[in-house]
């Protein structure tokens, strides 16, 4: 195929859609629209001889021969021209969105390592599975209601071509506002949601939600009753997490503060530092407060045991995971790599790395300094509190905005695990609510601090025309907003959830005995030892520690 | 004592609310705000106490 007259002939194509552009005469535009079929109908591409003889170059493959034509005898057309172009948009974003989803299903074994390795080795089976079984406990719960609730009125993602039957929002008419509640399309994905586009955004959507009822299995670990796990975690994934996502993500109420009540671009949170993590650290503060801290843990005068975690490899192994899933956390929530300013996508991934290492620096320098040694399980959680507080902002912060945001998280992840453990007296094995609920409180908050004006996906957000804008570049108003969502977060979500939770320990009780506990959970709750062959001894401190194989 | 303070905690936020909707002044909004966080913040305190009170090594395990 000479190459210069397919070069030549798209030039004329092009020529004739910029021609078009302009205005002109029915007659002249008649003759446009022909000049441009012929055009088109003129364009070859390669001869089946040639593609026989195979493209070792590439310079063959993925020509005109390979656009899709509606009436291959009639040849060419530009409508065929234009929905080839639709469909790769579409494509593009589908496969970037679901790779970015596989990632983020794989911060699921992160976790697993992560908090298995800071609970004894008695108890490494029970939980290890409860980070196995709540991916499918809470995928059922999503795909029976929780997905309808969050994202069932949220039609209008163009990135994945439009989400049409999610069109139905409850709403609630007070002070001359319309307040969205909940979504009421999707339930079971039947009826309209068979849909191509929203199954893309189920399966996104739906790891985010495992996410989050992952956060919960840390902070109860080493006492939690397996079957009010189960419970707890269907809740979560069915009522308090769509909720409060569809209020961020679904069209809510949060979203529509810049529309309705001139708050910057509403509640804004980009990939989750508060719909994920925040929504996933209360809960767990909840659980742990209810389950109460685990026998050793504190002695009769109120002063805090270290109880060490069985395992460091895990732990920096399940962070190191966790940090590479979080490429699908964030730069994967533009749902799209093509068109809307998806092309941001690099920068929200350069943000996220930043953090997260900066994230570690901090927690690592913070513990040296006051305790003398670089703290490996601290570092990690230093990391994975980088990361959890850059998810909200990472799509509207500069490198330098980032930095800061990770840093600070560092540190203040360890002031929160200090205050909860020392203070409030509240067990948490790995430190999940600092990590999740302190620091996704705080990402939350950076949005509104640091958001620096000069991301634009598409033009506007939530429905505000402009970029989103924190109060350290001149909006107060977007500041604002997050701290309503902050307060709407400790306020109902937490509620929601303590409530949800007493009524399980009222019914079903949440905790196993004192008998269980001291034992390890790994027999009397799932009949099975994590580590079989080994000898696990109990001290008097209620601590375990392997001493044969 | 629980009843109290949860209902602290949500009251913080209706305080919030308050603030959103009675006023189109930004400083009362953040006020009414950082009023609220801060009474949900101590109902949790107060939750969470109710529940030290009741905790194992406080009962004498």
Not at chain 1, 520 to 542: I, K, N, R
Request: charge should be neutral.
């Amino acid at each position: 195929m000479p190459t210069h007259r397919k070069s030549l002939a798209i030039a004329f194509a092009v020529l004739g859609l910029v021609a078009l552009a302009t205005p002109m005469r029915a007659e002249d535009e008649a003759a446009g629209t022909a000049t441009i079929a012929a055009s088109l109908k003129a364009i070859s591409g390669p001869s089946t001889d040639d593609l026989t003889k195979g493209d070792p170059g590439g310079t063959l493959t993925g020509t005109v021969n390979d656009i899709v034509m509606a009436d291959p005898k009639a040849g060419l057309t530009l409508a065929d021209l234009a929905n080839q172009i639709g469909q790769n948009r579409v494509a593009v974003n589908f496969v970037w969105t679901l790779v970015a989803g596989f990632l983020v299903m794989f911060m699921q074994a992160g976790f697993a390592l992560v908090e298995t390795g800071l609970c004894r080795a008695k108890n490494a089976n029970h939980t290890m599975m409860m980070n196995f079984m709540v991916y499918g406990f809470g995928l059922f719960a999503y795909w029976v209601m929780g997905f309808a609730i969050q994202q069932g009125g949220s039609a209008g993602i163009s990135n994945l071509g439009g989400m049409n039957p999610l069109n139905n929002e409850w709403k609630l008419s007070l002070f001359g506002k319309d307040w969205g509640l909940f979504g009421t399309k999707g339930f079971f994905l039947s009826g309209e949601s068979y849909d191509v586009g929203v199954m893309v955004l189920f399966l996104f959507q739906m790891v985010f939600m495992d996410t989050a009822t992952t956060i919960v299995t840390g902070a109860a670990a080493e006492r939690w009753k397996f079957v009010a796990f189960a419970i707890s975690t269907f809740f979560l994934g069915a009522i308090t997490y769509p909720l409060f996502g569809n209020w961020a993500w679904g069209g809510g109420w949060l979203s529509q503060l810049g529309v309705n009540f001139k708050l910057g671009h509403g509640y804004c949170d980009f990939a989750g530092s508060g719909v994920v993590h925040a929504v996933g650290g209360l809960t767990a503060l909840a659980v742990a407060m209810i389950v109460g801290p685990r026998i050793g843990k504190y002695n009769r005068d109120g002063s805090p045991n270290a109880i060490p975690g069985h395992d460091i490899t895990m732990v920096l192994l399940g962070c190191f995971i966790l940090a590479f899933g979080w490429f699908g956390f964030n730069p994967g929530s533009t749902l799209g790599a093509s068109g809307n300013g998806s092309l941001r996508i690099g920068s929200i991934a350069v943000n996220t790395m930043l953090a997260g290492c900066t994230g570690s620096f901090g927690a690592l320098l913070y513990m040296w300094i006051r305790f003398g040694k670089p703290d490996a399980s601290m570092s990690g959680n230093g990391l994975l509190a980088g990361l959890v507080a850059i998810t909200a902002p990472s799509g509207f912060v500069n490198t330098v905005g980032a930095v800061i945001i990770g840093f600070s998280a560092g540190v203040l992840v360890c002031l929160s695990v200090e205050f909860f453990e020392r203070v409030l007296k509240i067990d948490d094995p790995v430190g999940a609510t600092s990590v999740h609920g302190t620091c996704g409180l705080w990402g939350v908050l950076c949005v509104g601090l640091f958001a620096d004006g000069r991301s634009n996906y598409g033009g506007s957000w939530n429905g505000v025309d402009g970029a989103v804008t924190g109060l350290f570049y001149g909006d107060p108003g977007q500041f604002v907003a997050q701290l309503i969502g902050v307060c709407t977060l400790v306020g109902v979500i937490f509620t929601l959830s303590y409530v949800f939770n007493a009524i399980v320990e009222y019914f079903v009780g949440q905790r196993v005995s004192a008998e269980v506990e001291l034992e390890g959970l790994d027999l009397p709750e799932m009949g099975a030892l994590g580590y079989p062959e080994f000898q696990l001894v109990t001290s008097s401190g209620g601590r375990s520690v392997n001493v044969g194989g | 004592m629980k009843i109290v303070a949860l209902g602290m905690i949500v009251g913080g936020w209706m305080v919030t609310m308050g603030g959103l909707v009675g006023s189109e002044a930004i400083v009362v909004r953040l006020a009414a705000a950082v009023a609220g966080l801060g009474t949900s913040l101590a109902g949790i305190a107060t939750l969470n106490s109710t529940h030290i009170t009741q905790a194992i090594w406080n009962r004498g395990h």
